[in-house]
């Protein structure tokens, strides 16, 4: 697995966030040897690609799941995985007091909206830079501009994750 896509990366701002991926009707079914973290949601066949980026929008570490695993459930070893950042903007799907704690632990500051229904509001969260959370949206179409990843055509997770580290180091050629 890869755990730093860069040497140095912008540690100001970390965001994020994860993305589904419609596994292809080849990649899905038969029984293969090995993980292959495709799961079954909402869409069908899907993986999850969980995706932090630095504050350029440039991607610094990403991780592989089935599609019905939860973001927050995938944040823990996100955080583990990732650099420091001064500030982690994530959105509602990690509200989780859990991990904002972790998030505190490690000297970042969480910026994370609150949930509808939580007791707690969001007086102290910093609107401007959650703004800036499309950074890691925008990071998402870009992979998907890959044919290979946005279509999973892989059966087992460890080719899918090289196609998607191959796509990460493409983002970083031009800086």
Not at 85 to 106: C, N, P, V, W
Not at 134 to 151: D, G, M, P, S, W
Request: charged letters at 25%.
């Amino acid at each position: 697995m890869l755990n730093f896509l860069v040497d140095d990366p912008d540690l100001e701002w970390g965001f994020m966030d994860g993305s589904y991926v419609r596994a292809h009707q080849h990649s899905a079914g038969a029984h293969g040897g090995g993980c292959q973290a495709i799961g079954l949601s909402r869409g069908g066949n899907t993986s999850k690609i969980h995706l932090v980026v630095d504050g350029f929008g440039l991607p610094v570490h990403f991780e592989i799941t089935g599609g019905q695993v939860h973001d927050s459930s995938a944040a823990d070893s996100l955080l583990d995985n990732s650099p420091v950042f001064a500030s982690t903007i994530a959105d509602k799907g990690y509200d989780k007091e859990m991990l904002r704690e972790k998030i505190r632990s490690k000297n970042s500051v969480p910026v994370i909206p609150r949930k509808s229904n939580s007791k707690f509001g969001n007086e102290d969260i910093d609107w401007h830079l959650y703004k800036m959370r499309h950074l890691v949206e925008n990071q998402f179409a870009r992979l998907k501009h890959y044919r290979a990843i946005a279509t999973r055509y892989d059966k087992l997770k460890r080719n899918f994750e090289s196609m998607v580290a191959m796509a990460c180091a493409f983002q970083w050629l031009p800086m």
